[in-house]
């Protein structure tokens, strides 16, 4: 379903890949003045292949090909940031890489130049002309529930997404056509294969309830041969908003889709956590001293803080960190009244701690976890055991999230700010099951990229 969505993204990607070597050409021009011959071509070309992949990957990681914000001043600032970085990682490759003694700076700085002045162009094309007006899958919602309404709105708010909501067929009469003013609503489930002829629909989303309903199930049966997809609302919802949705919340569900080990996935993720964590070693010996300096000098108290922290399976272990908050506990905690979860803006932080959260530098002592077999590189965040105690009594399946490994960073970071409430805590596992049950080696790059935009941007919380 997500397949529209993906051929969006090749074509921007692959348009700013021919974009480059588009202007590569004519920046070799352009520096000798004369059309370039293949000899003077060659001698450049393989290095600015690699050079090309790599400003593919920078506008991947700063967001230039999500669909949904290819648009407004904060992308026009993404853009140039991803520019000016481009420059300077390929400058540092040009005097790293051997390179036959060539170094085109002047080649260089014209194709930067050039590049990115046609591929935003590029962007403001796709995003008037494709993206939001073409390649669209034509929907029809069949039931109404909570879902339906939320996945809706959904559409309606990002046409980029690839979906158009066409209709609904409420056989329940649950709500009138004036409450859904951007498609048809009707009552009557016979006429189904008419509108789906009538609104060239290729997809039809079932409310879950109405999956055992024999009427639905009956006109559903004479679209068998029909040229159409059929899901129900959880999956649809899933596929939308990278969450699970709560109302499938049921042992059975968590049976089904929740037990299967993915053994060479596993093995996987244990060579890139410890690589990660001989990184995040390295990087911790080189800055310790001047993070020490900085969090003493800024505050009392010591320079690391430990925490119990619910690890996998439901074990409890101790969460290394630099210190970030103020000491406002005999404990050397900042709690004065029990476990409580930091909030935006939290007067606790430091100066200091504000800027190692930003960076995430405050978690760079957790590489000890790391090598302990405690955390992983990527999965749901760990959380005091406090509050999960609390949070299990109002949601009976949040253990769930302890099936696997917990994370140094995860689908829910890269997709949540703080969750100081019960609302944003629901929201927390349904990411996090929506993990745990598509976690595969692309998600788990996906989202590693994804954070390295967090990092860079100074997000981290």
């Not at 969006?8 to 352009?30: E, H, N, R």
């Not at 993720?269 to 310790?288: E, H, P, Q, R, W």
């Not at 105690?389 to 700010?417: F, S």
């Not at 993990?435 to 790059?445: P, Q």
Request: net charge positive.
């Amino acid at each position: 379903m997500r397949l529209i969505y993906r051929i969006k993204q090749a074509m921007l990607a692959t348009g700013d890949w021919v974009i480059f070597y588009i202007t590569f050409w004519l920046s070799l021009s352009i520096r000798n003045w004369q059309i370039p011959n293949w000899q003077i071509i060659e001698k450049n070309l393989d290095l600015f292949s690699i050079l090309f992949i790599v400003w593919l990957l920078i506008n991947y990681i700063n967001g230039l090909y999500d669909l949904l914000k290819i648009k407004g001043q904060l992308f026009r600032r993404h853009f140039i940031e991803s520019a000016i970085m481009s420059l300077i990682i390929s400058v540092l490759i040009i005097y790293t890489l051997p390179t036959r003694g060539i170094v085109p700076k002047t080649i260089l700085l014209l194709n930067i130049l050039l590049g990115y002045s046609l591929s935003y162009l590029w962007k403001i094309i796709f995003n008037k002309y494709i993206n939001t007006k073409t390649l669209k899958t034509n929907v029809i919602f069949i039931g109404l529930d909570n879902e339906t309404l939320e996945i809706t709105k959904i559409i309606q708010r990002y046409p980029e997404k690839g979906y158009l909501t066409k209709a609904l067929i409420d056989p329940e009469k649950h709500t009138g056509s004036d409450e859904f003013p951007f498609f048809d609503v009707y009552h009557d489930l016979s006429i189904l294969k008419t509108k789906i002829d009538d609104y060239k629909a290729s997809l039809l989303v079932i409310a879950n309830h109405l999956k055992t309903d024999t009427e639905t199930l009956k006109e559903l049966y004479r679209l068998l041969f029909y040229n159409i997809k059929i899901v129900d609302t959880s999956s649809f919802y899933e596929e939308i908003t990278g969450r699970i949705p709560p109302s499938v919340f049921s042992e059975g569900w968590f049976l089904e889709h929740l037990q299967t080990r993915q053994i060479i996935h596993e093995k996987i993720k244990t060579f890139y956590d410890y690589m990660a964590g001989f990184v995040m070693g390295i990087c911790f010996a080189i800055l310790f001293p001047f993070i020490a300096l900085a969090i003493k000098t800024n505050s009392k108290g010591s320079i690391f803080f430990t925490q119990a922290r619910v690890g996998k399976n439901g074990k409890i272990f101790t969460l290394y960190k630099f210190r970030s908050m103020y000491v406002l506990a005999d404990d050397g905690s900042a709690e004065i009244s029990g476990a409580e979860f930091a909030q935006k803006d939290d007067k606790r932080i430091t100066f200091i701690g504000n800027f190692l959260r930003k960076t995430r530098l405050d978690e760079l002592p957790q590489f000890i976890n790391v090598f302990k077999g405690e955390i992983s590189l990527i999965g749901p965040r760990p959380e005091r055991p406090e509050i999960v105690e609390q949070l299990k009594k109002i949601m009976p399946y949040y253990d769930l999230r302890h099936t696997v490994k917990p994370g140094l960073t995860g689908w829910a970071v890269i997709h949540q700010h703080y969750t100081d409430n019960l609302e944003s805590s629901l929201q927390k596992l349904q990411y996090d099951l929506y993990y745990i049950k598509n976690r595969s080696l692309l998600l788990d790059i996906s989202i590693l990229l994804k954070t390295v935009n967090v990092v860079i941007r100074m997000m981290g919380q």
